[in-house]
């Protein structure tokens, strides 16, 4: 069992950056292990944000390429989102998730996750 915490959500004006955090306390082997980011605004589907694999290479969806960039430490299992330029519509939960396997290729389905975060809420005013 993975349990995953994030922090660093909240409440910027449209133009600011955020830095949300994702720790894994993943105990139990050393695997390898990929870890994504999905996002879930009022009356809306959860959507896939990024994700990263466990060899550094990333992947986003279109509507955040070239504002947030994922990053992580697996020294530490924890994975991070900075979020620049955020924009109201960005305005959701988001989701930390982990995958076990993805060395080379990237996750980017729910489905392809085994463990999930609480989420963290993040509010970007106009």
């Known amino acids: 069992q993975v349990q995953l915490v994030e922090s660093g959500g909240g409440l910027v004006q449209a133009g600011g950056s955020l830095r949300l955090s994702c720790v894994a306390s993943e105990r139990t082997s050393r695997r390898s292990f990929a870890m994504g980011w999905f996002r879930q605004a009022p009356g809306k589907e959860r959507e896939f944000v990024g994700t990263?694999?466990?060899?550094?290479?990333?992947e986003y969806t279109d509507s955040v390429k070239g504002r947030f960039a994922i990053s992580r430490d697996n020294n530490k299992n924890t994975m991070y989102l900075q979020m620049n330029s955020l924009k109201p519509e960005d305005t959701a939960i988001y989701f930390c998730a982990f995958a076990y396997g993805w060395s080379n290729a990237t996750p980017t389905k729910q489905g392809d996750y085994h463990f999930w975060g609480q989420g963290t809420q993040v509010t970007v005013s106009s």
């Open positions: 990263i694999n466990y060899s550094g290479r990333t």
